[in-house]
């Protein structure tokens, strides 16, 4: 399937690499896609599923969050606020190349930004989250070691994923700051939570949070046996399967491109 190059500005101006996943035929909806904590456009699961989607006839754009893989800024520095307002950025450029986004995936951390973000996005019809904890500061528990330092002297370097970052207090500080309640609540458009009841990094407990918080049309699919990462390739493949089945009901096709 064909993959374009693409960039544009995020929300402080830096330069944000992405990819657009089209399909070999016809283009029936634009899809947004929003990576885990620290990965990259590049992730399995953020490749697997976007190419899944396309290949069930929705182009999809996976782009890389301020100071991760190829887009500019320092991740760490910029707090989780930013990324939010990098997802709408991102909207807004699709939207102005002629390609407007009409369903919006996050997987883990980047469903939860995709549920603070998708109110701003006036084309957006549905959102599906993957695994994704209900608040944003679930994720201190990764850096938990390095917590009492960050807070105590501004920064200090984390290791995630086999990668180092130097995470900011702002940063610790505007994570515990989000409050999700009201967000999902009002989030005015459908909602698909799909979560491994097995999944070890992310408690099936947030999505449970999630859906109670959300209003309906909402939906819930178990990934069964899945790991967070979905690392198997069926595991990923099965996820867009669904994700396009469901979304194929509040897409308006007349709009695709």
Not at 69 to 88: C, I, K, M, N, Y
Request: glycine letters at 10%.
């Amino acid at each position: 399937m064909p993959v374009e190059k693409l960039s544009f500005s995020g929300s402080r101006g830096f330069r944000l690499a992405a990819r657009l996943e089209r399909p070999e035929g016809e283009v029936r909806a634009f899809a947004l896609f929003a990576h885990c904590f620290a990965c990259t456009k590049n992730s399995l699961a953020a490749v697997r599923i976007s190419r899944g989607l396309a290949a069930r006839g929705i182009a999809t754009l996976r782009f890389d969050f301020t100071g991760l893989g190829e887009s500019e800024g320092a991740f760490g520095q910029h707090p989780f606020s930013a990324d939010v307002a990098d997802l709408t950025a991102a909207a807004a450029f699709m939207a102005g190349e002629g390609m407007a986004p009409q369903l919006l995936i996050g997987h883990s951390l980047g469903g939860t930004a995709a549920l603070a973000a998708a109110a701003q996005m006036p084309e957006m019809r549905a959102v599906a989250v993957i695994g994704s904890p209900f608040e944003a500061s679930h994720v201190t528990h990764l850096f938990a070691a390095e917590l009492e330092e960050i807070l105590k002297q501004g920064e200090a370097p984390v290791t995630l994923g086999q990668r180092q970052f130097l995470l900011s207090r702002g940063f610790v500080e505007d994570l515990v700051r989000q409050s999700p309640v009201a967000r999902i609540r009002d989030l005015g458009r459908a909602l698909l939570v799909l979560h491994s009841p097995v999944d070890q990094v992310v408690g099936i407990e947030n999505a449970a949070a999630i859906f109670e918080a959300a209003l309906h049309p909402k939906s819930f699919v178990s990934l069964g046996t899945a790991d967070h990462m979905l690392e198997e390739a069926g595991d990923a493949d099965y996820t867009a399967g669904v994700i396009a089945a469901w979304a194929s009901r509040y897409l308006d096709r007349d709009a695709s491109g």
